[in-house]
């Protein structure tokens, strides 16, 4: 098969990147668009090794090539990887870099699914696990062991918009010769660029807003090439490819990422300091306050603050239900980042499979409302809470 090439030219800016990265060159019989390559096999065009072999499970397929392409640039990192959700991406990266008898350092509040997997799974394939506190950097060598692998962490937690010491990550796991990873699923490349800051691997699931439209699950895994190598390879015998027609999605709706997270970032911080202000409102989690307790932080790492946001309302659940049952403008539905606002509590949906206890000592409380923020006008949200807020 004769091999398509893709766009290799560096750009600038992230937002050419998104338009003009990885796409094929020269185009494919001059079209715009990426098309959708829907053939499970290629024509064997002598390749040597079975990894390279043309196959939707092998992740290689032209689809495949120009996202891969398309992510690594956004991040500025060597290499990246797309899965079939981002479950898929954490799991497999996971596995790739820790086996039987190795140990894991873990941020202490992580997106559930991703703590059952440390604390349910890993265990059962001889993987051990510790979690830290993300802000106290001085408590971490006390957990390490000569087993310890790799280090985890979200760059802002899931569900209560935590800000760990990042550089700190960076800094002891090269001290200590550690994998580090971060989820960066809430960030998106727009706000956070991890290989920028050392990390080794950034894991998303591409879901949120990298697609951005709501309509197909997917993962990705960006970093250092070595690593994805071993993920590739990993993946490849796990099975978590991404067929391409999601992949096309993927590939289309990411060339609005720039307009949308910055629009989101812009209204998210009216929001949170309209909830913030409002008397029936007893907190509101989101960096982008002055009173968040990294928000001096979050403004030195990020260039925006996402779309992501949590508050709790006087009154307990009862008053919580009552008041996303009385909005009209959101949607009543777990994930986040889409072009649509949606409203969940975490304690039904993401963070379900943790125990009460569990979810009380990680500060998060069933009357807790996550937001994700859409590209709807902030003030009708606005005017749709005061009226949903009231009495």
């Not at 993946?235 to 060339?255: E, T, V």
Request: a negative charge.
């Amino acid at each position: 098969m004769k091999e398509i090439g893709v766009m290799t030219k560096k750009y600038l800016s992230i937002d050419t990147k998104l338009i003009h990265a990885g796409e094929p060159e020269p185009r494919i019989l001059g079209a715009v668009s990426m098309p959708i390559f829907q053939s499970a096999m290629f024509e064997y065009g002598g390749e040597k090794s079975y990894d390279d072999l043309k196959y939707i499970r092998l992740n290689n397929t032209p689809n495949h090539a120009a996202l891969h392409a398309k992510l690594a640039a956004l991040e500025n990192a060597e290499a990246a990887l797309v899965t079939a959700s981002g479950m898929a991406a954490i799991s497999t990266a996971l596995l790739a870099v820790l086996s039987q008898g190795d140990h894991l350092l873990a941020q202490d509040c992580l997106y559930g699914g991703t703590h059952d997997l440390i604390t349910k799974d890993l265990p059962g394939l001889g993987i051990s696990f510790d979690f830290i506190d993300g802000n106290a950097p001085g408590s971490w060598e006390k957990k390490l062991k000569p087993s310890t692998k790799a280090i985890y962490v979200e760059t802002m937690t899931n569900p209560l918009i935590q800000v760990a010491d990042l550089r700190a990550v960076v800094e002891f796991a090269k001290a200590h010769h550690l994998v580090s990873m971060i989820d960066n699923t809430f960030a998106s490349p727009i706000n956070f660029r991890p290989a920028e800051w050392g990390f080794d691997l950034s894991l998303h699931s591409c879901t949120k807003y990298l697609n951005g439209h709501s309509d197909i699950v997917a993962g990705a895994v960006i970093g250092k090439a070595d690593l994805l190598e071993k993920t590739v390879h990993k993946l490849n015998h796990l099975g978590g490819s991404l067929d391409p027609h999601a992949c096309f999605l993927l590939h289309r709706g990411m060339k609005t990422l720039a307009v949308r997270v910055r629009y989101q970032n812009e209204s998210t911080l009216k929001i949170a300091r309209f909830l913030e202000s409002h008397p029936a409102v007893l907190k509101v989690n989101y960096p982008g306050l002055t009173s968040h307790p990294a928000h001096e932080r979050a403004r030195s790492l990020f260039e925006g603050f996402s779309g992501m946001l949590s508050f709790e309302v006087k009154g307990g659940v009862e008053a919580a239900e009552r008041f996303m049952k009385k909005t009209t403008l959101p949607v009543i539905a777990p994930s986040l980042g889409g072009i649509e606002t949606l409203l969940t509590r975490p304690a039904t949906t993401s963070h379900a499979g943790l125990a009460p206890e569990e979810r009380q000592r990680l500060g998060i409380s069933d009357a807790l409302i996550r937001m994700s923020v859409g590209i709807e006008s902030p003030e009708d949200i606005i005017e749709d809470f005061e009226q949903a807020l009231r009495g």
